[in-house]
């Protein structure tokens, strides 16, 4: 059998069973994409890890409002009735054990500080 004829008759083939080959085609195209995908998400969540992570090192600290768990509505509203943290405050509080001049810096919402240069001194 020649190439031309192997040729030919896989045309045919693929002719004969249009349905078939359509929702092969489709299948495959859907496979090849999904598989991209995936690799995408997960790439795209290791670099958010990491770039969150990365800020976080032996000096640094985060002092919340709210605890990161909250098991009841009474503890929601305990923390609630928290003082709202402010920099200026907390820099009173912490400046003296820090080994060098620490930086402060907040989120959108008063609710965490935190601080990097925290290291306590020899």
Not at 6 to 24: D, E, H, P, V, Y
Not at 47 to 63: C, M, P, Q
Request: proline share 2%; net charge positive.
């Amino acid at each position: 059998m020649s190439i031309l004829e192997a040729f030919k008759l896989a045309l045919q083939s693929l002719w004969g069973n249009k349905m078939r080959s359509i929702l092969t085609l489709i299948g495959v195209v859907m496979g090849v994409a999904s598989v991209i995908m995936v690799l995408t998400l997960v790439q795209g969540a290791k670099r958010y890890i990491s770039t969150k992570l990365s800020g976080y090192g032996a000096d640094v600290f985060t002092v919340n409002r709210m605890s990161s768990v909250i098991l009841s509505a009474d503890q929601y509203f305990s923390y609630q009735k928290r003082k709202i943290i402010r920099i200026a405050t907390t820099a009173a509080k912490w400046a003296h054990r820090c080994s060098r001049t620490p930086t402060w810096s907040t989120t959108a919402t008063p609710a965490t500080t935190r601080v990097s240069g925290a290291t306590r001194p020899r």
